[in-house]
């Protein structure tokens, strides 16, 4: 069976730029966890989404957005890039809201 | 709101030795669970070990066994017989009962491991 998988794996963008990132959850998986992760840190929480419903919200501001779809895939979009948004984003699914979470491998931003 | 330290940034051990890692947190809730993840060079973090606070047994997964103090609200994973492919960042996390996939991680330990 197929792990989280996350796209693209790395991904270059200028200050002020927008990006998305994408993540497919496990199948059969209804939830979908966002976290960032600094260079050096440990990870961050984001967003929750459950049956595609915002569950959590971390201390973000409003520049990072997510949603889910009805195949329970999800995207994070950042707004108006800052260099202190390069890091690793991690996408986690699991069954439930409240059940293990599984990671994917992250996606590497760089702001240059 | 909750926090999660790691005090020890490195650690090394010798091949099919034993090390502990050190975890503190601090919450006001009773009930909550508590995680050891490792990542490896490959970025994806791996669940290693769960506690559950309400549960007075510590948690074991083969080498992999924790030692949970509520009262001190420390959380240690020793590894013992350590192997090569243990090498990697080790993460503490916690998480409060029916808070979703909301953990809140430490700043992680890399250990090492010498053959």
């Known amino acids: 069976d197929a792990g989280v998988t996350q796209s693209p794996t790395h991904l270059i963008k200028t200050r002020g730029q927008q990006v998305t990132l994408r993540c497919s959850p496990i199948?059969?998986?209804?939830?979908v966890s966002w976290y960032q992760q600094v260079l050096g840190q440990g990870p961050q929480f984001i967003f929750q989404y459950y049956e595609k419903e915002e569950r959590g919200r971390g201390n973000f501001p409003d520049r990072f957005s997510a949603r889910q779809f009805p195949n329970y895939s999800s995207e994070l979009n950042v707004n108006a890039l800052l260099l202190g948004d390069s890091a690793l984003y991690l996408c986690?699914?699991?069954?439930?809201?409240?059940?293990?979470?599984?990671f994917g491998q992250g996606t590497r931003l760089t702001v240059v | 709101a909750q926090t999660v330290t790691q005090s020890q940034p490195e650690m090394s051990v010798q091949e099919a030795e034993t090390v502990t890692l050190s975890c503190t947190y601090d919450?006001?809730?009773?009930?909550?669970?508590l995680f050891w993840y490792k990542q490896p060079p490959s970025r994806q973090m791996i669940l290693v070990i769960r506690?559950?606070?309400?549960?007075?047994q510590n948690a074991t997964e083969n080498r992999f066994s924790v030692n949970f103090q509520k009262a001190a609200k420390s959380f240690s994973l020793k590894i013992s017989d350590s192997q090569l492919g243990d090498a990697a960042m080790y993460f503490c996390a916690y998480r409060r009962i029916n808070a979703g996939n909301m953990l809140t991680f430490g700043g992680g330990t890399r250990l090492m491991v010498k053959p």
């Open positions: 919450t006001s809730e009773s009930d909550y669970y």
């Open positions: 506690q559950e606070a309400y549960k007075q």
């Open positions: 199948s059969g998986h209804k939830s």
């Open positions: 986690a699914s699991s069954l439930g809201s409240n059940t293990e979470a599984f």
